[in-house]
Structures are given as structure tokens and as C-alpha cells.
């Protein structure tokens, strides 16, 4: 079983940046593809970024490419998404994941996850 609580959101203006953070509870084994996601009112969830924990490999969705950087602390069971130059339209419910898979190639923006926080609020206003 793995336990995600993610933290660090709030409100910010265009241009500025914040940093969540994603704290991990697992069994030994259980998980080794972390995820942030996010969502907006009215629209679809959508995948932001991922890493490979044991060989920090990591996605980034084309929106947020060059601005957001997902990184880890594996030691201490940490996931971080530092996210600069918001934009009004970063505003949405940020959610940090957790899955285990066979390879890091399988730990995409397209990989289903099984383990999901109750996710942090990011408000970014113009």
C-alpha cells in the first residue's frame, strides 16, 4: 500500500513560482513511478510530469516544458514539482501519483496510476 500527501500549493501571481511538495508512505517494492498531475474546473485531468525513481528519468508535458521541473528524494520518500513563470491558465488541483513498473520506459505521461493524494490547490492570477 502507498500513501501520497501532496503540499506546497497556493496562490500565486503570473510570472511567479511555487514548489509542491509530495510526501511518501509505502511497503518496500510497492511503487517506483511517481507522477504530478493536474486538473482544472471543467476540464480533464491531465498529466504534467513523472520520474523513474531508481534512475531519476522523468517526462514533462509540452505545456509546462521548460518552466516546471519534477525531481526526488528518495531517501527521504520525497517528489517535488518546481514549477516557475505561472501562467493563469497553471491554475487547477495539483495531484502527486504513485505506481510500480517493470521499466522506465514505462513510466510516461501515458502510465496509469494506481496510488492518487487528495491533491493541493495552485491559483495563478494575472
Known amino acids: 500500500q502507498v500513501h501520497v500527501v501532496e503540499s506546497g500549493g497556493g496562490s500565486v501571481q503570473a510570472g511567479g513560482s511555487l514548489k509542491l511538495s509530495c510526501a511518501v508512505s509505502?511497503?518496500?517494492?510497492?511503487?517506483?513511478?511517481m507522477g504530478w498531475f493536474r486538473q482544472a474546473p471543467g476540464k480533464e485531468r491531465e498529466a504534467v510530469a513523472t520520474?523513474?525513481?531508481?534512475?531519476?528519468?522523468?517526462t514533462t508535458a509540452d505545456a509546462v516544458k521548460g518552466r516546471f521541473t519534477i525531481s526526488q528524494d528518495n531517501a527521504n520518500r520525497m517528489v517535488y514539482l518546481q514549477m516557475t513563470s505561472l501562467k493563469p491558465e497553471d491554475t487547477a488541483m495539483y495531484y502527486c501519483?504513485?505506481?510500480?513498473?517493470?521499466?522506465?520506459?514505462?513510466?510516461?505521461?501515458?502510465?496509469?496510476?494506481?496510488?492518487w493524494g487528495h491533491g493541493t490547490q495552485v491559483t495563478v492570477s494575472s
Open positions: 501519483a504513485a505506481v510500480w513498473q517493470p521499466h522506465f520506459w514505462n513510466c510516461n505521461l501515458g502510465t496509469d496510476f494506481t496510488y
Open positions: 509505502e511497503s518496500t517494492g510497492t511503487r517506483n513511478c
Open positions: 520520474i523513474y525513481v531508481a534512475d531519476d528519468h522523468t
